[in-house]
T-cell receptor, first 111, second 122 residues
Framework: EDKVVQSPLSLVVHEGDTVTLNCSYEVTNFRSLLWYKQEKKAPTFLFMLTSSGIEKKSGRLSSILDKKELFSILNITATQTGDSAIYLCAVEPYNFNKFYFGSGTKLNVKP | GAVVSQHPSRVICKSGTSVKIECRSLDFQATTMFWYRQFPKKSLMLMATSNEGSKATYEQGVEKDKFLINHASLTLSTLTVTSAHPEDSSFYIC??????????????????FGPGTRLTVL
């Protein structure tokens, strides 16, 4: 059964901490893995990963994919209260026109 | 727990026809469901928020007469694309909100996403 599992489900840190969010997947015909940040309305696209071992970086956020071990991590360094959100991981297979979303990690960054 | 399904997963239709997409929460009651449309570069746009038993709340710029939303029960919301045009071709994703504490084994994260429906209008 295809699935995407995120961990932890929730996380509370203090400003300045570094966090690592995990996403593991079992999806047939994997094409890409996407990370989104969801605050109030639509999830905001962060990264799309298709190749193993290549880190994608945007400011304090970075992500990497391991296609052998079937997981991805999203790192946030020097966290700020504005990073508080739910972070979603989704996997897209080839040819099936589907997204498999994880249940998300709820991050709370305290001042 | 917290499974959301969509039907159909893919639909191809002719221009001018109407298409209905269903979103179901399979193992929990969802008082609120959300409809999104995916754009190129994977961004998601919220189209509307659907509340059971009441009218949907549409986001600015979304035509309510074109995208009809019905949330008839706590487990089902439907999106009907009326008089579809090729520019409506997109990936439509729904999510369901879990009222905290009601679903077994479910975290208190806000929304659970369906697998999406690929609409192609010829």
């Amino acid at each position: 059964e295809d699935k995407v599992v995120q961990s932890p489900l929730s996380l509370v840190v203090h400003e300045g901490d570094t966090v690592t969010l995990n996403c593991s997947y079992e999806v047939t015909n994997f094409r890409s893995l996407l990370w989104y940040k969801q605050e109030k309305k639509a999830p905001t696209f962060l990264f799309m990963l298709t190749s193993s071992g290549i880190e994608k970086k945007s400011g304090r956020l970075s992500s990497i994919l391991d296609k052998k071990e079937l997981f991805s991590i999203l790192n946030i360094t020097a966290t700020q209260t504005g990073d508080s959100a739910i972070y979603l991981c989704a996997v897209e297979p080839y040819n099936f026109n589907k997204f498999y979303f994880g249940s998300g990690t709820k991050l709370n960054v305290k001042p | 727990g917290a499974v959301v399904s969509q039907h159909p997963s893919r639909v191809i239709c002719k221009s001018g026809t109407s298409v209905k997409i269903e979103c179901r929460s399979l193992d929990f009651q969802a008082t609120t469901m959300f409809w999104y449309r995916q754009f190129p570069k994977k961004s998601l746009m919220l189209m509307a928020t659907s509340n059971e038993g009441s009218k949907a709340t549409y986001e600015q710029g979304v035509e309510k007469d074109k995208f009809l939303i019905n949330h008839a029960s706590l487990t089902l919301s439907t999106l009907t694309v009326t008089s579809a045009h090729p520019e409506d071709s997109s990936f439509y994703i729904c999510s369901a909100s879990n009222p905290s504490g009601r679903a077994k084994g479910v975290s208190y994260n806000e929304q659970f996403f369906g697998p999406g429906t690929r609409l192609t209008v010829l």
